[in-house]
């Protein structure tokens, strides 16, 4: 079963050597996955403020600068991992870096039929 | 009662839990092993009156909920199919003969184990527990934590489908998880018996959910042995339990604990616990659980010795506050001191406690502040404490106590 581990963070952290730091980290993770061949997607995220939201009210869209919801802690990447129960995802979200405060959501993810 | 009710209790009472674990981890689907075994002991009285009870009633409960639940899983396929559902196959007298003779696995722990995944909220996980290992109907679990028959239902169903759609694993955890999924197993059964002590105080068929907490402890600390920290809260939780006789006056007053009459404690549950704690300890690794029961277990010895060790419960509470801080802790850890020490060192230990609101509108502090004033002879600082914890709410028991300590005072 296929899981999407979302990646939200503050996006204040702006230290090139932490980020630096990170990216590696990030890298390593991504090697480890292919290798385990758990690895199905993954992607960095620009800043939400480069985000749109496309809003549907009562059938009327209407378009909107900015992510869908405005909290301190946005959407900043995400892996989709291939897993064969939720601790295994649990345990790939667990090895996400990303600074001292973060989040990391585990949606399993619909399999088609 | 029928025969046939008669036998069915007790196969229920005796491997009631097997079954149902057996049943869930086989099929790996909770509400599929629930349906199999209301079926299976509808099957039980309708067969047991007609042919006279089987040699083995449990065998026979899981191998009738076993056809079951392989008859539901056959037909939920064909559905998904969309082909029309299969005549449901007649039961095979022979087969079930044949299935009595296989012992039934023991899968207690693996379903605790799912039962009490970190993943889940804390009260779902509480109410799977007790719904689905120990088999306590959604009424009376519901009635505990005071809410609808039909939230709890909500409550329970969305925990299952989590389960079955995020896909949480049905076996016991490895290594890597092992600290983190134990705790959530401890922390379940205390949330879970703190209710049934809450609720004891009111209800009056309250009996039965502590003493499936206290099974449900006492079963854990028979799968896990080994783990120190699960013998102490089972010992914590006897402990506490064995109190329970002398919790409250005959007008429904709450008598605290270093005035009950410890003639009407229960001595099983404290011997209980003696031998759990000392296992614990021979483990040689300390931890939360087996603090608190040390010092419930200093308190118990009041009963041979007359006097409680004030100056043992200070040193324990001072380790807890080490490896568990918590306000509670500290305003008993006040109170403890008040008597090893005197009610001044009691006040200003009280006065330092980080209250998860304020201090002043926090119950435990002016209960606590209560008792350390009058015992200081400040009988308008006491009273005044007094009127403070009666305007929080306290539970009935506790209330009728507080007042009756403010009309001692008036006099």
């Excluded at chain 1, 959407?75 to 897993?83: D, I, P, T």
Aim: include cysteine; proline fraction near 6%; hydrophobic fraction near 45%.
């Amino acid at each position: 079963m296929q899981y999407l581990l979302l990646i939200y963070g503050d996006e204040g952290q702006k230290d090139p050597a932490i980020l630096q730091e990170i990216t590696a980290a990030h890298m390593r993770l991504g090697a480890e996955m292919a290798e385990a061949g758990a690895m199905a997607g993954g992607n960095r995220l620009k800043p939400s403020e480069t985000a749109t939201t496309v809003r549907t009210v009562g059938g009327v869209q209407s378009l909107h600068d900015g992510p869908y919801a405005e909290t301190r802690e946005q959407l900043a990447g995400y892996y989709m991992v291939e897993a064969p129960d939720l601790d295994a995802a649990i345990a790939w979200a667990k090895k996400i870096p990303g600074g001292p405060d973060y989040a990391i959501e585990v949606r399993p993810v619909w399999s088609m039929p | 009662m029928t025969d046939a009710e008669r036998v069915l209790a007790g196969a229920v009472a005796t491997a009631g839990d097997r079954i149902r674990a057996a049943l869930a981890i086989r099929f790996r689907d909770l509400d599929m092993a629930e349906e199999a075994f209301a079926f299976a002991s509808l099957r039980a009285v309708e067969a047991w009156r007609r042919d006279g009870p089987p040699r083995d009633p449990a065998a026979w409960l899981y191998a009738v909920g076993r056809r079951r639940a392989f008859d539901l899983g056959r037909r939920a396929k064909v559905r998904q199919e969309a082909q029309h559902d299969a005549p449901e196959p007649e039961p095979d007298p022979e087969a079930v003969l044949m299935a009595a003779f296989e012992p039934i696995p023991d899968e207690r722990l693996r379903l605790i184990f799912v039962c009490c995944h970190p993943a889940l909220a804390p009260e779902a996980r509480i109410a799977l527990t007790l719904r689905t290992l120990v088999g306590l109907s959604v009424g009376r679990i519901a009635r505990a934590w005071l809410t609808t028959e039909i939230a709890m239902g909500q409550r329970l169903t969305r925990a299952k489908r989590k389960i079955r759609e995020a896909r949480i694993r049905f076996e016991i955890p490895g290594p890597e998880a092992w600290g983190e999924r134990l705790e959530a197993v401890l922390a379940t059964l205390e949330i879970a018996y703190a209710q049934a002590y809450e609720d004891a105080a009111g209800a009056t068929d309250a009996a039965d959910l502590a003493a499936e907490t206290l099974r449900l402890s006492g079963l854990l600390a028979e799968l896990l042995p080994d783990e120190p920290e699960v013998l102490g809260l089972a010992a914590l939780i006897r402990l506490t339990e064995s109190r329970r006789p002398a919790r409250l006056d005959g007008a429904g007053v709450m008598i605290p604990l270093s005035e009950q009459d410890t003639r009407l404690w229960d001595d099983r549950l404290i011997a209980e616990a003696a031998g759990l704690l000392r296992r614990a300890a021979e483990l040689g690794r300390s931890g939360p659980y087996q603090l608190m029961a040390a010092i419930h277990a200093t308190h118990a010895a009041r009963r041979d010795t007359g006097e409680t060790a004030w100056g043992d419960i200070v040193a324990l509470y001072d380790l807890l506050l080490i490896v568990r801080p918590s306000p509670v802790a500290q305003v008993n850890r006040a109170v403890a001191l008040a008597e090893a020490q005197d009610a001044e060192a009691g006040l200003q230990a009280l006065a330092a406690v980080a209250a998860p609101e304020r201090l002043a509108d926090w119950l435990p502090y002016q209960a606590a502040r209560a008792g350390l004033c009058a015992m200081a002879g400040r009988s308008r600082e006491a009273s005044e404490a007094l009127r403070h914890a009666l305007a929080l709410s306290p539970a009935p028991a506790e209330r009728l106590f507080l007042e009756r300590r403010l009309a001692a005072l008036r006099t």
